[in-house]
Structures are given as C-alpha cells and as structure tokens.
C-alpha cells in the first residue's frame, strides 16, 4: 500500500461525496478512508458532517464564503466558555453547547471532545447508600483491621469474608465481554439479543486471601440469617 496521502481534504470531502452517492453507508466510508489516508484523514465526525451538507443539497466539496464569520469557530473564547457551562451544568447536552455559543453541532463537540477532552459517561450504580454512621463503622473496622496487620501481618492468611447476592441461574455474555480486536476493514460481528434466565438463586460465597473457600446456594424459600450462617460456618 502507499504512503498516507497528505494534504488532500478537497480530495477527501469528493471521496466522501462519491462514495456517498454510491450508497455506502457511513461506517464504512470512514474505514475506507482511513484505509486510504491514513491517520491524517478526516475524522467520521467531519465525514458525518459533509455526508448532512450533501443531502441539503450542496454540491461543491470546496471551502464556502461566510460573510463575518471566522474561519474556525474553536476559538479559545469559546473553548472557556464551553468549559465554564460543563463545570456549572454536568447533563448538558452538546446541542445546548452550541445554541449557547451559536456555532454548529460538530464545532461544539470538537471543543467539547477534542479541545476540553471532556466523555460523558454514566453514573455507576452502587448497592445502597451509605449513612454517616455506617460511614463511620467502616472507618473504625478498616483502622481496627490495620492496627491489627500492624502488629501481626500473618492475619491476612487467617481473615475470611462473605457476602450474599441474587444470581440468575445462567448469565449470558455481556456486550462488553464479546469485544474483539479488528481492523478497519474487518467485517462487523454480531451479537444477538438474549434474556437471561428468569429464575434466581441466592448466593453465599466466603473468600480468603487466596480465593472462593466456599460456594454455597440457598434452597429455594430458605432466608439469610445469623442460624443459616452459623450452619455455613
């Protein structure tokens, strides 16, 4: 294969109108520009954008005139002023960005993304919220706990812990789990939508330093309490 082309964007955006008008889909005009031009090719984001104007009805794949305008709207005014709202505002979105600076959606999410290197993620969930005071029975188990490795590091071989949970019967694999590594031009795997199993069981499991010592799943009907541990143990 060539070297990357360079210095090629009209070249580029008349790759992306073609392909386009070819009926390729989105996806798969990026990779094949990539696979052209290497890292130095627009990004999908950009090619997404050309892809918008072309179905507008624009024709031309050169720079047009903008009466007043700047010729790129990522200005550092701009860039404090985006950042200014994210830390005021965490859930806003990328098109209120835009209407608050008045510059395009993809102007907004490159100084959002790019410039700011900004992701919006999910909240994680956790089991329960913690009050103060439980708060502060885990601070005086945990400093208890150190006191005691403190005097004698050998505790750690005699520690054991469990906990209790819900499980389905099966579990199936999760999208997450099935990611591959592929290139560009790899064709896409497919991964179809199951349910996992209705029914649950609850699960005791005990561990140590070096792993699970006990596995234990609870008759059906039958509740975790002091007697039921006292067995277990």
């Known amino acids: 294969m060539d070297a990357p082309l360079q210095d090629c964007s009209i ?45 507008l009805g ?57 410039d700011l290197g900004y992701r919006k993620v999910c909240a994680q969930w956790a089991p329960k919220e913690l009050t103060v005071v439980h708060k502060r029975q885990c601070v005086e188990i945990a400093t208890q706990l150190v006191r005691w490795y403190e005097e004698d590091p050998s505790i750690l071989e005699r520690t054991v812990t469990g906990d209790e949970t819900r499980v389905h019967h099966y579990d199936l694999e999760s999208k997450r789990q099935s990611m591959e590594w592929r290139h560009p031009s790899s064709p896409a795997h497919k991964k179809f939508k199951r349910q996992p199993s209705a029914k649950k069981a609850m699960l005791t499991l005990f561990w140590d330093m070096h792993g699970p010592i006990l596995v234990h799943f609870q008759e059906h009907g039958q509740t975790v309490n002091s007697a039921n541990y006292c067995a277990m143990l």
């Open 11 to 55: 070249k580029e955006r008349g790759v992306v109108r073609f392909l386009w008008a070819e009926g390729v889909k989105l996806v798969e005009i990026h990779h094949r520009m990539l696979a052209q031009y290497g890292q130095s090719t627009m990004s999908q984001r950009k090619v997404y954008d050309w892809v918008e104007g072309f179905k």
């Open 58 to 114: 624009r024709t031309r794949v050169t720079d047009e005139g903008h009466s007043g305008q700047p010729s790129t709207l990522r200005t550092q005014d701009h860039i404090d002023r985006a950042d200014a709202m994210i830390r005021e505002e965490r859930r806003i979105t990328v098109s209120e960005v835009a209407a608050h600076l008045e510059i395009s959606y993809g102007s907004a999410y490159a100084i959002l993304h790019d």
